[in-house]
C-alpha cells in the first residue's frame, strides 16, 4: 500500500469487489480459504497499493459479528498474527528476544481484539505464559485445539 490510497473512494466497495473478483460472496470465505496468513498479506492479495490489513480485519469482524462468530475470529486473529510473529512455532526457550516475540503477538491480538473478548484474550495469554505450550507448536487454524480449550465458543 502507498500515499494512502487504500482509503481514497469507497474502500468498502473495492475491497467486496476484489473478493467476488477472485470467486469468493464473502471476505471471511475468501480469508478461511488461506488458514494463517496475515492480514497484511490477505490485504496484498485483493489490492497491494489500494486495499490495507485494517481494512481487511474490519471486514471480517463485521461479518463475524453479523454471523455470531466473533469468538471464532478472535482465534482467527490470533493464529494470523502468531504465522507472521513466530513462524516458527513457539520458542523452545524462553530468553528475553524469544519473550519479546511472543508477548509482540499477544499485545496484536489484544489490540485487534472487540472490547468484549479482551478479558478473555487476556486470560489466554496469561495462559500461554503459565503452561507454555510445547516447543514448535503452530496453530494453522481458528480451530486448533489449544485454541478451542483456551478461547472455546460462545454466544457473545
Same mark, same amino acid.
Given at each position: 500500500? %502507498? ?15 476484489? $473478493? ?19 492480514? @497484511? ?8 497499493? !489500494? ?19 466473533? /469468538?471464532?475470529?478472535?482465534? =482467527?486473529?490470533?493464529?494470523? *498474527?502468531?504465522? *507472521? ?10 530468553? =528475553?528476544?524469544?519473550?519479546?516475540? $511472543?508477548?509482540? $503477538? ?5 489490540? @485487534? /481484539?472487540? *472490547? ?14 503459565? /503452561?507454555?505450550?510445547? %516447543? ?6 481458528? !480451530? ?13
Amino acid at each position: 500500500m %502507498s500515499d494512502g490510497h487504500a482509503w481514497q473512494g469507497h474502500w468498502r466497495v473495492r475491497l467486496y469487489e476484489r $473478493v467476488r473478483e477472485r470467486g469468493y460472496d464473502s471476505l471471511s470465505a475468501f480469508a478461511e480459504a488461506r488458514p494463517a496468513i496475515p492480514l @497484511y498479506i490477505l490485504a496484498e492479495e485483493l489490492g497491494k497499493d !489500494d486495499v490495507a490489513a485494517v481494512q481487511v480485519l474490519s471486514g471480517l469482524l463485521d461479518e463475524a459479528e453479523r454471523r455470531k462468530r466473533v /469468538t471464532r475470529f478472535v482465534r =482467527d486473529v490470533f493464529v494470523r *498474527e502468531f504465522s *507472521e510473529g513466530l513462524p516458527d512455532g513457539w520458542p523452545a526457550m524462553m530468553d =528475553d528476544a524469544n519473550r519479546f516475540k $511472543v508477548a509482540k $503477538v499477544l499485545g496484536c491480538w489484544f489490540a @485487534y /481484539t472487540p *472490547e468484549n473478548h479482551r478479558e478473555r484474550v487476556d486470560r489466554a495469554s496469561d495462559a500461554l505464559f503459565a /503452561t507454555p505450550p510445547p %516447543s514448535g507448536w503452530r496453530p494453522l487454524g481458528p !480451530d486448533d485445539e489449544l485454541l478451542l480449550a483456551l478461547l472455546p465458543d460462545e454466544a457473545v
